[in-house]
């Protein structure tokens, strides 16, 4: 069976590049970039290994909504140097990068998406708690610093929803990381009790008129905005991949 590990490479490499003492060290992070893949590669075993990197296209989430993501740091000016060499001296190891047009997570949806559904296994290496809506068994996600799989009771029990109820929780709720607004006057807790009584977004919807005024005038006014943030949290899964798996073949 093919057990594809997918890197999630910013995510990974920024984390690294954060706990250097000397940010503007390439080599230093090279090696340590290095290190950290030989590492999950010995302990998964993979048949194949792919490190998927965002690109510098604008999302087409943020042509949707301006303020995704607003805020955020931008990446060290010596490591954004300093990427195109690590790249290609992890290339030289036999590891692959995939470049994303703009955001990594759609790609990784994709590449796992479309390895389960050909009878594999896909191991993505991330700390990125949005991946947790790919709920398909073979899927699973790894945290490379806290070395285990991400611990998905761990996750429900933090948000009080079930895991295939995460879309719905942000629709209502918002993600503050990723600067989706979800429905204004609606927190966590709110969330996930609404979601604990109605299962789901279109079961909520469909009974407004069982709410108190001010709560079903919260949500009616919020419902596009509920829709909006539903799409943006959304991975896609059908993104077009110029490879083939053999690509990615680890020698």
Known sequence: ????????????????????????????????LLGACRKLIAFHAPSHCAL?????????????????????????????????????????????????????????????????????????????????QLTHPSIRQWDHFAQQFLDMAALEQKLGVQRSQLLDFIALAGDSGNKIPGIAGIGPKSAAELLKTYRSLANLYQSLNTLGAKQAKKLEEGRDMARLSYKLAKLQTDMPLNLSLAQLRLG
Do not use: C, F
């Not at 250097?20 to 090696?31: C, F, H, K, S, V």
């Not at 690109?55 to 301006?66: A, F, I, T």
């Open 52 to 132: 998927v990197w965002d690109g510098d296209q604008e999302s087409w989430r943020k042509r949707l909504y301006p303020d995704y993501k607003k805020g955020r740091k931008p990446m060290p000016e010596p490591l954004a140097k300093g990427l195109p060499a690590i790249k290609q001296a992890l290339l030289t190891q036999g590891l692959v990068s995939v470049n994303a047009d703009s955001e990594a997570d759609d790609v990784i949806a994709t590449l796992a998406t479309k390895l389960v559904g050909r009878g594999g296994e896909a191991i993505i290496v991330s700390t990125d708690k949005g991946l947790a």
């Open 1 to 32: 069976m093919n057990k594809l590990l997918i890197i999630d490479g910013l995510n990974l490499t920024r984390r690294i590049h954060a706990a250097q003492p000397d940010e503007a060290d390439m080599a230093a992070l090279e090696n340590r």
